[in-house]
């Protein structure tokens, strides 16, 4: 009896030790597994407020073609956006409350109806919220970049990159409580947007070619159904 009772035992520990119950206690993670989509959010929303912040201001420079005042305002597809000339702002409400607001060092260079897009920015998101992916999430925190390339205002085209990264590789930004950076490059080609670059969120960093690379990495399940700009 006391045999059998010892071989019990020891098939118990076995088991017990192999991760054999699945009732709580397992800490166990597999590769891959509970994406967070809350990385998939932010990435989104990132790509969606450096897009908008590009065409807002190509957006503002048409408007401007009809004014003759100081500012201009326009809405971007999830933004409200004011474009301040002598300030050299571009100021932006998010769509479920905060801002972010991107300052020039120069005043742009107006050329008949084309306008000179070489120059410096930093971005400053002050609890941007957006929603995407299911997710609302508050964006917050400094980047800073270049702008190069031309805009021809008479016919809405033109060849523009827009670099944009965080001061450290992984830091820089909060999504909520979590530090995220990235270095992105933005190209622009007659209203057709392509991203390159890295991204960091919590830590973990990765390195893209295209956006769909990137959708891919953060959101290997294609749960998000309205994912970048």
Do not use: H, W
């Not at 401007?64 to 305002?73: F, R, S």
């Amino acid at each position: 009896m006391k045999l059998k009772q010892s071989i019990l035992f020891l098939v118990l520990v076995f088991i017990i030790s192999c991760g054999g119950t699945t009732t709580g206690g397992n800490n166990i993670t597999e590769v891959g597994n509970a994406t967070n989509p809350k990385n998939a959010a932010t990435a989104s929303a990132t790509t969606k407020a450096l897009t908008q912040a590009t065409t807002g201001l190509l957006d503002a420079t048409d408007t401007l073609a009809l004014t003759t005042g100081n500012y201009v305002t326009i809405q971007t597809e999830d933004f409200d956006c004011t474009l301040t000339i002598l300030s050299k702002t571009l100021t932006c409400s998010c769509p479920e409350g905060g801002s972010f607001t991107r300052t020039y060092d120069a005043i742009f260079t107006f050329n008949d109806d084309s306008i000179v897009l070489d120059r410096d920015f930093t971005t400053t998101f002050d609890d941007c919220m957006i929603t995407t992916c299911e997710e609302t999430i508050t964006l917050s925190g400094d980047t800073s970049g270049d702008m190069t390339g031309t805009y021809d205002r008479s016919s809405a085209e033109g060849e523009i990159t827009a670099n944009s990264g965080t001061a450290s590789d992984c830091s820089g930004m909060t999504s909520g409580t979590t530090d995220f950076g990235f270095e992105m490059a933005l190209a622009y080609d007659d209203a057709d947007v392509a991203f390159s670059g890295s991204y960091c969120y919590d830590g973990t960093s990765l390195d893209f070619n295209d956006l769909d690379a990137l959708e891919a990495a953060v959101d290997p399940d294609g749960v998000c159904d309205d994912f970048g700009p």
